[in-house]
Nanobody
Framework: VQLQASGGGLVQAGDSLRLSCTNPRRTSSNNGVAWFRQAAGKGREFVARVGWNGGNTFYADSVKGRFTISRDRAANTVYLQMNNLKLEDTAVYFC?????????????????WGRGTLVTVSS
């Protein structure tokens, strides 16, 4: 499974960004997908996940109400819409595919990872 994350950039606090995670070979279409992030000097943190059919979404408390994860199965892409970005959202964001149909909040349940995309939020 090969995943490609994109959409990061430099924005100001309060702005929005949409990250995309594509699987060109369509080999993760039946797997749960999640977004994790890692800020400089910190460990990897769960952000959000979505089930194979676009349902069963779940969010970290820190992003609930601001971020939305969604899935376009026809495009084989998972999105992370990030609104009202805060300074503490600055991190490298990774998408990952789970072994099963839904995944979890544990990064150990995700054997397939894409390269990260950097999101920098400035004041």
């Amino acid at each position: 499974v090969q995943l490609q994350a994109s959409g990061g950039g430099l924005v100001q606090a309060g702005d929005s960004l949409r990250l995309s995670c594509t699987n060109p070979r369509r080999t993760s279409s039946n797997n749960g997908v999640a977004w994790f992030r890692q800020a400089a000097g910190k460990g990897r943190e769960f952000v959000a996940r979505v089930g194979w059919n676009g349902g069963n979404t779940f969010y970290a408390d820190s992003v609930k109400g601001r971020f939305t994860i969604s899935r376009d199965r026809a495009a084989n892409t998972v999105y992370l819409q990030m609104n009202n970005l805060k300074l503490e959202d600055t991190a490298v964001y990774f998408c990952a595919a789970a072994r099963g149909a839904y995944g979890s909040s544990r990064d150990s349940d995700y054997p397939y990872w894409g390269r990260g995309t950097l999101v920098t939020v400035s004041s």
